[in-house]
């Protein structure tokens, strides 16, 4: 076979894309949990972009908006991931885990916007969240805790809608939160 004809070969990083398009497709319920588990594994296994092609190919693509800021996606694969201190946080910012572990602290965060969505897909996952005192939380979603939190009426919004299979997402206040 000469090389022009030979399919190019993936890297991590176009493997982690296609796991996030499946984890998206999941929570959006194009796909079943068998259906699921089994397109993982041959993520996983995928040596050629045709490879990859195959196990997404009736899946919806990416749809970032024009001209979308960089930032919106954090993505830990078989990691512990920690996103604190001082940053801007956008109107909407997605958190995708795969047997691993985040912390996403918005004590000293910037919010953007008044209502900001948080959303989160924890698969065989922990993501703890931490809300700063006077920032109202509202959550959605399957395995999605919130520790009791105080907020005056028209304080900021932090809307987390998240997923978590054999895993958890939970989010606390400053008070609930003892960990530096």
Do not use: C, N
């Not at 929570?27 to 196990?55: C, K, N, Q, Y």
């Not at 304080?155 to 400053?174: C, D, F, M, N, S």
């Amino acid at each position: 076979m000469s090389v022009e004809h030979q399919p190019l070969r993936a890297s991590d990083r176009d493997r982690d894309e296609v796991l996030v398009r499946l984890h998206t497709a999941y929570a959006e319920g194009r796909l079943s949990e068998p259906e699921l588990d089994e397109r993982i594994d041959l993520t996983l296994a995928a040596r050629t972009h045709d490879d990859l092609g195959r196990v997404s190919a009736d899946l919806p693509g990416p749809r970032p908006a024009p001209g979308s800021p960089s930032g919106r996606l954090q993505v830990a694969y078989k990691d512990t991931i920690a996103r604190g201190g001082r940053w801007r946080v956008p109107d909407t910012f997605t958190s995708v885990v795969y047997k691993g572990r985040m912390l996403l602290d918005l004590r000293i965060a910037e919010l953007t916007e008044t209502v900001t969505t948080l959303r989160v897909v924890a698969y065989k996952s922990t993501v703890e969240i931490v809300v700063p005192a006077g920032v109202r939380v509202e959550t959605a979603g399957t395995g999605v805790s919130l520790d009791a939190h105080d907020a005056p009426a028209g304080a900021p919004v932090v809307r987390v809608q998240g997923l978590a299979y054999k895993g958890h997402i939970e989010a606390k206040g400053t008070r609930e939160y003892s960990a530096v």
